[in-house]
């Protein structure tokens, strides 16, 4: 089973288009990462949320932690080719016991934008 | 330079060599992490080390082992290696909110 779910596997859009990835968990994390990663290359950090209910943007994403930091969402605004890539959320565990301060990813959203 | 250096980037191997992947990292933190990512699965966690007298098994240890022999160091080894161990290995340091990923060892165990 895996910790963090997330959703959709793959999505395929036109350009100009808005989209949104979940991901979800029934565990409790300190911070919450949202990563991109290019093929043949290591996962790049876009931002990090660590209070309940924050949102933050950048330019044309917006990233939201949910209240119970729990879960978290992932949209993008007016979606272009340059947006192409495999989204992954990932999560700190906040949960005390043998799994606390783990750093775990969801499978990932394979993005593609059409121009 | 990279914040975090693998290598070697590439390697294919004979099934029952041992081979071992190297990490090192220069952003100083204690944290440092194996991933072995697949397609369609994601990055899933080998092993991690929360300090260098740290050793934790992950999601997925059996057939692999590590050693970290200092902070700045953690090295992955697979004692006896199999097909269905082809995979692009990840290692990765982080603080308590971000992790540096290196730029992935693709290995082939043929």
């Known amino acids: 089973t895996q910790l963090l779910e997330q959703s959709p596997q793959f999505l395929s859009i036109q350009e100009g288009e808005n989209l949104t990835v979940y991901c979800n968990s029934s565990?409790?994390?300190?911070?919450l990462q949202w990563y991109r990663q290019e093929p043949g290359e290591g996962p790049v950090l876009l931002v990090t949320v660590v209070t309940g209910g924050e949102v933050k943007k950048l330019k044309r994403l917006t990233f939201q932690f949910g209240d119970a930091r729990k879960d978290s969402s992932l949209h993008i605004t007016a979606a272009q080719p340059g947006d192409t890539g495999l989204y992954l959320c990932?999560?700190?565990?906040?949960?005390?016991?043998?799994?606390?301060?783990?750093?775990?990813f969801g499978r990932g959203t394979q993005l593609t934008v059409w121009p | 330079d990279a914040d975090v250096t693998q290598t070697p980037r590439n390697r294919i191997t004979k099934t029952g060599k041992r081979i071992m992947l190297e990490c090192s990292q220069t952003?100083?933190?204690?944290?440092m992490y194996w991933y072995r990512q697949d397609p369609g699965l994601g990055l899933r966690l080998i092993y991690y080390s929360f300090d260098v007298k740290d050793i934790n098994k992950g999601e997925i240890s059996d057939g692999y082992s590590v050693s970290r022999q200092a902070q700045a160091k953690f090295s992955l080894s697979l004692e006896s290696a199999i097909p269905n161990q082809t995979a692009l290995y990840f290692c990765a340091t982080s603080s308590h909110t971000e992790a540096f990923f290196g730029q992935g060892t693709r290995l082939t165990v043929v």
């Open positions: 952003k100083g933190h204690d944290r």
């Open positions: 565990s409790v994390f300190s911070s």
């Open positions: 990932a999560g700190v565990s906040a949960d005390r016991g043998s799994t606390l301060g783990r750093l775990y």
